[in-house]
């Protein structure tokens, strides 16, 4: 595992909102590790894809996006993370504190996230920040604002997955370049991949 790690994305994974600016298309940049990665200009901002073929199922795999207890280990950089609020058994509020490499600031994130079914073979996972009376904001650490996050599973065959994973953030504060550029591209591969051995654990149980 690399010492610094793509903080700037968090876990979240689609189609996003364009914000009145004209659509451009996904350009593929990279392929490792099985993980096809794509990423796409929206206004000044930068969205990535991850896709990938991964071994689980889909109720499991949301399963560990939405259990703190497996963060650690598939979240790099990870320093705490909690549930704050289960709305509903298909809408949830989150809390991540991600460390950063010094001098910079830790950046936290309070988002929500609800899942759907577009039928019976394929959910969604759609995340975006959100604030909560629970979580005041510090000026130990800066916030973290994602603007749209998803993840697309696809069941194709028994045991097998399709995971599309998009995401658009911001991460606030001085960022480098070349560190924001270099993470948009690892943090697919190790994100949907670790959930994967996340995935293979909760079969041998």
């Known amino acids: 595992m690399l010492p610094m790690i793509p903080w700037i994305f968090l876990f979240f994974p689609a189609v996003f909102y364009c914000h009145g600016q004209k659509e451009t298309t996904w350009e593929k940049v990279k392929e490792r590790d099985g993980i096809e990665v794509f990423q796409k200009k929206i206004g000044e901002d930068v969205a990535f894809r991850g896709v990938g073929i991964l071994t689980g199922e889909c109720d499991k795999f949301i399963e560990v996006l939405h259990d703190p207890s497996?963060?650690?280990?598939?979240?790099?950089?990870?320093?705490?993370?909690?549930?704050?609020?289960?709305?509903?058994?298909?809408?949830?509020?989150?809390?991540?504190?991600?460390?950063?490499?010094?001098?910079?600031?830790?950046?936290?994130?309070?988002?929500?996230?609800?899942?759907?079914?577009?039928?019976?073979?394929?959910?969604?996972?759609?995340?975006?920040?959100?604030?909560?009376?629970?979580?005041?904001?510090?000026?130990?650490?800066?916030?973290?604002?994602?603007?749209?996050?998803r993840y697309k599973i696809e069941e194709i065959g028994k045991g097998r997955l399709r995971v599309t994973f998009e995401n658009l953030s911001k991460s606030s504060g001085a960022v480098p370049n070349f560190l924001s550029n270099w993470a948009s591209l690892s943090y697919p591969v190790t994100l949907l991949r670790g959930i994967e051995r996340e995935l293979q654990k909760t079969r041998k149980k």
Do not use: Y
């Not at 001098?103 to 975006?128: G, H, L, Y």
């Open 70 to 149: 497996t963060w650690s280990s598939w979240v790099e950089n990870l320093k705490s993370g909690e549930m704050i609020e289960k709305k509903s058994d298909s809408h949830f509020i989150f809390r991540q504190l991600i460390g950063t490499p010094f001098p910079m600031k830790d950046r936290e994130a309070v988002f929500q996230s609800i899942v759907s079914r577009k039928n019976r073979n394929i959910a969604m996972v759609d995340m975006k920040s959100v604030n909560h009376p629970s979580v005041k904001r510090s000026d130990k650490w800066i916030r973290l604002e994602i603007i749209h996050s």
